[in-house]
């Protein structure tokens, strides 16, 4: 669906649901083919099942379902004699046709690299002093809201409730001992003392399936083995699936979420695969597996809610997600190479996206439920901001994941996740002429710090 569709029916959403009646609709959208039979049953089962939860839920979905989905739906409720809503699409349609700027959508901002109040052409790439953070001279940082749509996502400032170390030049911190203090306030941090920490799931999907259309992730693998000694070294026990269809990554997932977990601190989740955008209430995008269906990363995060999973109550949720969260391309603006060997000789960077709706038939099934208890202690990264691609270089692996790695290495010691994010997002920035800014939505109560001893 183009995206002034998209937002006309976000404008709509009120009204919509207030006023659809869904019962009737179901054999105009299978005649029409908007939806399959099984989408049309995922979409009766949403939330209790009433009217509004349904209409809903169709709303959502319709989004995903191609670039003729909204005169066909308008059909649709012709079709059924609900002409009052028919008009007031068409109707507002036309009127997106005659004034675009009435919908455009809003610009997204998921990071914003510099000091705030300079205009877009004054920004530079700067890495965050934590001795200057202070009010008029921070780094913002998207922590996603609850209920935004990603139209209407901006960034949000990460103020810190407490003095960061000071890098001292060696590696060292001037306060190290006032973080390892908070480190044992339960109040204030999660307590990581579990040997090992917890458990910590990588799904590496490298090879899809022909009838796919989605090409070989090389250096994947590469990544697959940075994560996996990294997070053995910050004592998680490692897993590692390969090559997990639709269905094999929800059996996975599920799988974990039901083991028990109470002895244990923390659980994370890895995902490396490639992407696209999907319909969602708060976790935007999907991968997808390598029979070229989607998973969208709300269902990933649901597995693990309080109620699916209650031995992580009250515990953090990890999930890291390499994969495209859409098919725009950011060249944002040229930078000096910080080194010499930033690109290997014979590396090509290849990306993680596919499109969104390409061929005929449907690669957008949703996977997102339309209810979701509010997040706790989540924290979902992205390698980069929904509906942008994600970069890979097929020698080193994914720019993201490199430098998730590096950070992790050098600053897990001392500084929370929150933070260690905010410096992944900042180096990843400044990689080549095309800007890939990961995107952060943080649930997180306390502050995170790894144990590495």
């Not at 973080?179 to 990581?192: P, S």
């Amino acid at each position: 669906m183009d995206e002034e569709h998209r937002q006309l029916l976000r404008r709509c959403r009120v009204r919509l649901v207030g006023d659809l009646q869904v019962a009737s609709l179901w054999d105009a959208l299978l005649n029409r083919e908007l939806f399959t039979p099984d989408m049309i049953e995922d979409i009766q089962r949403a939330g209790s099942g009433s009217r509004r939860d349904q209409a809903r839920q169709l709303i959502t979905d319709l989004e995903t379902r191609g670039r003729q989905a909204l005169p066909l739906f308008i059909s649709c409720l012709e079709d059924t004699g609900q002409d009052t809503l028919a008009s007031f699409l068409r109707t507002s349609w036309q009127a997106t046709k005659r004034d675009p700027e009435a919908i455009r959508p809003l610009d997204l901002e998921p990071m914003v690299v510099g000091p705030m109040g300079l205009k877009p052409e004054k920004l530079q790439v700067m890495k965050p002093d934590p001795s200057n953070l202070a009010p008029g001279n921070v780094t913002p940082v998207v922590l996603g809201p609850e209920e935004l749509a990603p139209a209407q996502l901006r960034p949000e400032v990460l103020r810190p409730e407490a003095p960061r170390p000071v890098d001292i030049g060696s590696g060292g911190f001037s306060d190290v001992r006032a973080q390892e203090r908070l480190k044992g306030n339960t109040h204030l941090a999660y307590v990581l003392n579990a040997d090992p920490c917890g458990h910590c799931l990588i799904i590496n999907n490298v090879n899809f399936c022909p009838a796919s259309g989605l090409s070989s992730r090389t250096g994947s693998n590469i990544d697959c083995v940075k994560m996996q000694h990294r997070f053995s070294r910050l004592h998680f026990q490692v897993e590692v699936r390969g090559d997990l269809t639709a269905k094999e990554m929800v059996w996975t997932l599920v799988e974990l979420a039901r083991r028990d977990h109470h002895a244990l601190d923390c659980c994370v989740v890895v995902v490396l695969s490639h992407g696209c955008q999907a319909s969602h209430l708060q976790f935007p995008g999907a991968v997808y597996g390598t029979d070229g269906c989607p998973v969208s990363v709300e269902k990933i995060v649901n597995i693990f809610s309080g109620t699916s999973c209650p031995t992580l109550g009250g515990k953090p949720k990890l999930f890291f997600i390499q994969a495209c969260g859409g098919e725009q391309k950011d060249h944002g603006f040229e930078v000096a190479r910080t080194s010499p060997n930033d690109e290997a000789p014979g590396s090509s960077p290849e990306s993680d996206a596919v499109p969104f709706q390409a061929g005929p038939r449907p690669r957008d099934q949703t996977d997102a439920l339309s209810s979701l208890p509010t997040p706790s202690d989540i924290l979902v990264s992205y390698s980069t901001f929904p509906g942008f691609v994600s970069w890979r270089d097929t020698s080193r692996g994914s720019w993201y994941i490199e430098t998730l790695d590096g950070v992790l290495e050098r600053w897990a010691p001392s500084e929370d996740l929150q933070y260690l994010l905010l410096r992944v997002a900042n180096a990843v920035s400044e990689k080549g002429i095309y800007k890939q800014i990961p995107g952060c939505f943080n649930f997180l109560r306390k502050k995170l710090f790894f144990r590495t001893e």
